[in-house]
């Protein structure tokens, strides 16, 4: 992940994040970020927060405030690996997806669900369509 507000990047190394400052080409910090392998990351607007999306089932996403250095949230709800997600250009919302279909609009600082779509469990029937 490229951050919008300074030139850093974000990358993942199994459950740890590494920080890399890319003009003074070094590593400015490592987060160990979870306990599951990391999946997906994605900056906010202003560059603050990371948001860090877990692999393997019942997958969390978990922000990060990089201006104080520690976790804000654990969000719950995903199925399967969140392989995608994406904050709001006010960076009130986030939006994950999940390998198994789900998707989740939080309003994230106050660890709530707006929003969610229930994948299918049922493969169509090809016959039928």
């Known amino acids: 992940a490229i951050n919008p507000s300074v030139p850093q990047i974000a990358y993942p190394a199994g459950c740890v994040v590494v920080l890399y400052h890319v003009r003074l080409n070094k590593q400015e910090k490592v987060i160990i970020a979870c306990k ?3 999946a997906s990351l994605t900056y906010s607007k202003s560059g603050r927060y990371l948001a860090v999306g877990e692999s393997g089932e019942n997958a969390k996403v978990i922000v990060w405030d990089l201006f104080g250095g520690h976790r804000i949230c654990k969000l719950a709800g995903h199925r399967s690996t969140v392989n995608s997600l994406k904050f709001s250009p006010d960076g009130k919302y986030l939006l994950s997806t999940e390998k198994a279909g789900r998707i989740i ?8 669900m707006v ?3 229930v994948p299918e469990t ?5 016959a039928r369509a």
């Open 105 to 112: 609009l939080w309003e994230w600082e106050s660890e709530k």
């Open 36 to 38: 599951s392998p990391i």
């Open 122 to 126: 049922a493969p169509l029937d090809s």
């Open 115 to 117: 929003f969610s779509t």
